[in-house]
Nanobody, 129 residues
Framework: QVRVVETGGGSVQEGGSLTLSCTFS?????????????MGWFRQAPGKERKVVSC????????YYIDTVKDRFTISRDDAKNTLYLRMNNVKPEDTAAYFC?????????????????WGQGTQVTVSS
């Protein structure tokens, strides 16, 4: 089973920056690999549902952001390292949440949260004003 580990969270002041990383492992020797899959970041604030933040297709040619993070967050992937990133600039208190990542069979299903991999344990981001 594909395993997912998110890291890079922490406490940051409003207007600051943070980079989250998500490393995947356990792909079977035959079948789909990291480079074949779309990837996405989601977040879950206390008492709320997990919601999509950003998605990227297998070759990085198609990227989706929710409106509230456009021009502030950047999703990227390093297929050689099986790692997905989320660069967060000019963070705001409303960005406070646990951030999760997962793999998806297609970027079009990413916003719906229909995952190919399991979810990781998440990494907490806390933005103070």
């Amino acid at each position: 089973q594909v395993r997912v580990v998110e890291t890079g969270g922490g406490s940051v002041q409003e207007g600051g920056s943070l980079t989250l990383s998500c490393t995947f492992s356990g792909f079977p020797s035959s079948g789909l690999t990291f480079g074949d899959l779309a990837m996405g970041w989601f977040r879950q604030a206390p008492g709320k549902e997990r919601k999509v933040v950003s998605c990227v297709n297998w070759d990085g040619g198609s990227i989706y952001y929710i409106d509230t993070v456009k021009d502030r967050f950047t999703i990227s992937r390093d297929d050689a390292k099986n790692t997905l990133y989320l660069r967060m600039n000019n963070v705001k208190p409303e960005d406070t949440a646990a951030y999760f990542c997962a793999a998806f069979s297609d970027v079009r299903v990413c916003p719906q949260g229909i995952t190919f991999s399991s979810w990781g344990q998440g990494t907490q981001v806390t933005v103070s004003s």
